[in-house]
């Protein structure tokens, strides 16, 4: 069964570093979205994107962080420099299509800050 | 803003018993979805079960089910002749009609009793 990836699955990092987190959403799917986790706190929606565009963001999604979609397959998010706060799980997830109600999840990438 | 709540951070029980899980949110909309996602230990969130808020029959999903209760904002995941692979922690999520992005509640570990 076609799943979503994502890598690395643990990236650590210094603090006011820039860092490329991946994943390849399942290939027939047309919206992507990045949420993350904080240890200990709820899932947060960052960011959802369609169509080579953000359709949606979150308070948290400022200017330190984008989105792109560089080829067919990679969905990537960047952070830009780096902040403490930073350190947290990232999920991606895709879903096919509007009418479609489940997103499914990559196993997650580990961001630690240092 | 929408909040999602749910106020067991863990719960267990024995194999073949059946076990409730509680979420309550809060919301302005009449109509909306709500989700059980799994996420067993290898950290990819799985949908479990859905339902509309305008439909009044409970969604089922083999063993798993739901009691909705829209008036009183609850939503709690049923899950009948529990086995070992159920464990795992289950966040509740909401997400409008209109729109995509998925707000969670805390979670409830759950684990199951040989």
């Known amino acids: 069964e076609p799943e979503v990836t994502q890598t690395p699955s643990h990236q650590v990092t210094q603090m006011g570093q820039e860092v490329i987190l991946r994943c390849v959403p399942i290939s027939n799917h047309l919206y992507f979205y990045w949420y993350r986790q904080i240890l200990g706190q709820k899932v947060e929606f960052l960011v959802s994107?369609?169509?080579?565009?953000?359709?949606?963001k979150s308070e948290i999604f400022d200017d330190q962080f984008s989105v792109e979609r560089p080829d067919g397959s990679n969905f990537t998010l960047k952070i830009r420099s780096t902040k403490l706060e930073d350190s947290a799980m990232y999920f991606c997830?895709?879903?096919?299509?509007?009418?479609?109600?489940?997103?499914?999840f990559g196993p997650g990438t580990r961001l630690t800050v240092t | 803003a929408q909040t999602v709540t749910q106020s067991q951070p863990e719960m267990s029980v024995q194999e073949a018993e059946t076990v409730t899980l509680s979420c309550t949110y809060d919301t302005s909309e009449s109509d909306y979805y709500l989700f059980w996602y799994k996420q067993p230990p290898s950290r990819q969130m799985i949908l479990v079960i859905r339902q509309e808020a305008y439909k009044q029959q409970n969604a089922t999903e083999n063993r798993f089910s739901v009691n909705f209760q829209k008036a009183a904002k609850s939503f709690s995941l049923k899950i009948s002749d529990s086995q070992l692979g159920d464990a795992a922690m289950y966040f509740c999520a909401y997400r409008e009609t209109s729109g995509s992005r998925l707000t969670f509640g805390e979670g409830t570990q759950l684990t199951v009793n040989p």
């Open positions: 994107f369609y169509n080579n565009e953000i359709s949606e």
């Open positions: 997830a895709s879903k096919t299509g509007q009418g479609s109600y489940e997103q499914y």
